[in-house]
Nanobody, 118 residues
Framework: VQLAESGGGLVQPGGSLRLSCATSGFTFSRYVMRWYRQAPGKERELVAYIGSAGDTTNYADSVKGRFTISRVNAKNTVYLQMNSLKPEDTAVYYC????????????WGKGTLVTVSS
């Protein structure tokens, strides 16, 4: 199983980035996909969620209206479009694949660093 995040980097406040998470080794279309982030000295927090079919999304209040999560099941890839970035968005962003239910399973990527600074 592999989850590989990409697209992080340094961006000025107000700028945009698009994160990608390419996956392999499991049945992507059966998993809920989530983006988490962890800022220095803080706990990991859930940023965005998308259902397995892509028809359900949810966001942390802090990113609503600025971030958009999407997925392309044919490419086994999930995305996070981040607009109007703020310094407080600075964090390592992690991709998570979650299979709910009695045989719950979670897979994690290694993360990609996003730094918002002038």
């Amino acid at each position: 199983v592999q989850l590989a995040e990409s697209g992080g980097g340094l961006v000025q406040p107000g700028g945009s980035l698009r994160l990608s998470c390419a996956t392999s080794g499991f049945t992507f279309s059966r998993y809920v996909m989530r983006w988490y982030r962890q800022a220095p000295g803080k706990e990991r927090e859930l940023v965005a969620y998308i259902g397995s079919a892509g028809d359900t999304t949810n966001y942390a209040d802090s990113v609503k209206g600025r971030f958009t999560i999407s997925r392309v099941n044919a490419k086994n890839t999930v995305y996070l479009q981040m607009n109007s970035l703020k310094p407080e968005d600075t964090a390592v962003y992690y991709c998570n694949a979650h299979r709910p239910g009695l045989s719950a399973m979670d897979y994690w990527g290694k993360g990609t660093l996003v730094t918002v600074s002038s």
